[in-house]
């Protein structure tokens, strides 16, 4: 390392976001970036731990100090190539994960000020992109075709790795876009349409065919492919159902989510279809990511308010002892979308929905609950308290989750990955299951060669 003391001496720098009055007029992305010099700092602070949690944390398996200490000299290039040598995709994760690895950093238990290791991830790739590191490869074909179901970040995955091991590899959407969760989950704001575009095309040109509006019963998957990988996701949205349900102005978040990234996209909605927030009283149910970006859309689309409930009790503020370093803390986050305006509560259930005489939701009614622990240490029980109120609404987006999908029998050459196979994670999970399905299908098909 150039100065193994650096960390004494160069405080953390983060980008930050743009000015909140500046992006809530638009789509484009809120974090900003740091100038080269700059960046170098950020990743000369990395320690070179003997044991590097964040390696450990992370569910790829990437590798900061090493990655760190070459972009810390300079070294773009060789940043770079450590960088993609575990992580098919850090323009994705660079942006969008939660950065269990910082969580992780040694300097995040000694002194809570982690290395910046995400924003030196999406530094470095796109450092990658504008230097033209990253150009089409070609790979020696070995004869095998492989169907991929689903192009979300498991399935690019997947589809990416198979490729470079020398398949022909289709991926099947089911949407009339490639991306998946990438594409229609994930506001504009937090991950730019183009930045997968841009990923597409070099896998495009690197000889993966994709078809769009292609639909697969995983009961009768498609004749000619010598194996398959399945990364469905988890299509179906957890839902709520109280009285009051059918109200219209009450939508899954997702439903919301897709068409806003199809407007961005240049694709038009009838009034009758079109959900928006404008000059509307909004509540969100659910506290989590899904949440936070219904809150970023709806206040880009001009909501009057927004409310947030969530069913458990608000997390501790800035340490959890029952989540001790180096595992990931349950404290509160506070994300770019709550920074932008919205109410936020906690320890509500939801009773019924209210209507107005012509069919829409006007209202909530919820009540408090406590959390009662549970004795043998498990899942703690739920009480209501009998502390009723209203919250006024017209437009309602649940944000509770998903749930995983019942999956038929499947052929003993299919592989299943991604949310299709543990449930909701997160695109860093998701990522690397797909590559573990590659390695799998590959030694399965090797292995029958022989």
Same mark, same amino acid.
């Not at 992305?29 to 080269?36: A, M, R």
């Not at 910046?116 to 070609?138: H, L, P, S, V, W």
């Not at 183009?194 to 597409?200: A, F, K, M, W």
């Given at each position: ?21 500046? !992006? #809530? ?44 200490? +070459? ?17 098919? =995709? ?63 970040? +498991? ?113 038009? =909605? ?14 969100? #149910? ?16 001009? +909501? ?78 739920? !009480? ?35 949310? +299709? ?30």
């Amino acid at each position: 390392m150039g100065n193994p003391k650096a960390f004494l001496n160069i405080p953390r720098q983060e980008a930050g976001y743009r000015p909140i009055h500046e !992006r #809530i007029s638009d789509f484009g992305e809120v974090e900003q970036t740091l100038n080269s010099s700059e960046r170098k700092l950020q990743a000369s602070r990395c320690m070179d731990c003997g044991v590097p949690f964040c390696h450990w944390a992370c569910p790829l398996g990437n590798r900061p100090p090493e990655f760190q200490d +070459a972009l810390s000299n300079g070294k773009w290039r060789e940043a770079y190539e450590i960088l993609t040598r575990t992580n098919d =995709f850090p323009e994705f994760t660079g942006r969008v994960c939660p950065a269990l690895c910082e969580k992780s950093c040694v300097l995040k238990l000694s002194i809570d000020s982690p290395v910046t290791i995400r924003e030196d991830e999406a530094a470095i790739i796109e450092a990658a992109f504008r230097e033209g590191y990253i150009t089409a490869k070609q790979y020696k074909r070995n004869g095998l075709k492989v169907a991929v179901i689903g192009s979300g970040p +498991a399935g690019l995955a997947a589809a990416n790795q198979l490729n470079r091991r020398g398949y022909q590899v289709t991926v099947f959407e089911k949407d009339e876009y490639i991306g998946g969760l990438l594409r229609f989950g994930i506001p504009n704001f937090k991950l730019h349409k183009p930045v997968i575009d841009r990923r597409l095309k070099i896998m495009e040109d690197e000889g993966i065919c994709f078809k769009t509006n292609s639909t697969i019963d995983l009961e009768h998957l498609p004749e000619g492919f010598d194996a398959y990988a399945i990364c469905t996701g988890t299509p179906e949205a957890r839902n709520l159902n109280i009285p009051g349900r059918e109200l219209r102005g009450i939508h899954f978040a997702m439903e919301i989510l897709a068409q806003q990234n199809r407007v961005l996209a240049g694709q038009t =909605f009838s009034d009758e279809e079109r959900i928006t927030a404008k000059n509307k009283k909004v509540l969100v #149910i659910g506290g989590g990511d899904t949440g936070s970006d219904c809150i970023g859309t709806a206040n880009r689309q001009g +909501a009057i308010s927004v409310c947030q409930i969530e069913i458990m009790p608000k997390p501790p503020v800035g340490h959890n002892p029952a989540t001790p370093w180096p595992q990931w803390p349950v404290v509160l986050k506070t994300s770019s979308s709550h920074e932008e305006g919205c109410t936020r509560r906690w320890s509500l259930t939801s009773n019924r929905f209210l209507g107005t005489e012509d069919g829409r939701v006007c209202g909530v009614e919820v009540e408090e609950v406590e959390w009662i622990p549970a004795a043998d240490g498990g899942r703690p029980q739920m !009480r209501p308290t009998g502390k009723k109120e209203i919250i006024e609404a017209d437009l309602v987006l649940l944000a509770m989750g998903f749930l995983k999908p019942q999956l038929p029998e499947l052929p003993q050459n299919a592989v299943v990955a991604g949310d +299709a196979a543990t449930g909701p994670s997160l695109v860093v999970k998701c990522i690397a299951a797909g590559r573990r399905a590659a390695a799998e299908i590959d030694a399965m098909l090797q292995k029958g060669s022989h």
